[in-house]
């Protein structure tokens, strides 16, 4: 296993489109069992695919602070298939340095997907969870949570994130990144 490189915004990979995984194998064990290590090594709720570089429909979750690296959630093409309610969230992104924001997104929603041992799974969440499901689907579609945002916040974030590069600091304000 191997921790990856985090892309970062404005990386024009994450605004790409993931490809369907056509066939479940080593090679996708592989690169799902390091996605794993590397959130967990970035201290992350939850990572996509495409934001270590590699444009493919995996992602990798574990929003159980109190269980933490126990079951991590593996899923490969997972689809949103039913959603509902609205629920407003504080979001951050391993991939998005030092901002966060309120982001609206469905309060319940059903997943279904495929697990790396070849299985069809359906995962139904609520709370943060569900948020980080969304917000890694997102990924695979090459959306930032900064594209929920209004124009003008994702320019203030733009001018932020020129302003941290210069000071090369990195204030911790404690929400999850996913
Ligand atoms: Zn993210």
Redesign the pocket.
Known sequence: MAVLRIHTFPDPLLTRTSERIAEIDGRVAGYVADMVETMYAAN?V???AP?VGLLERAIVVDTDSENRGLAPLCLLNPEVVEAEGDITWE??????VDYTAEVQRSARVLVSGWSVDQEEVRIEATGLKAVCLQ??I??LDGK??LDHLSPLKRGLYRKRLKKIKRSGELPDDGVP??
């Open positions: 992350g939850g990572l996509a934001q979001e951050g992104c391993l991939s998005v917000h890694e997102d990924h930032l949570f990144r996913i």
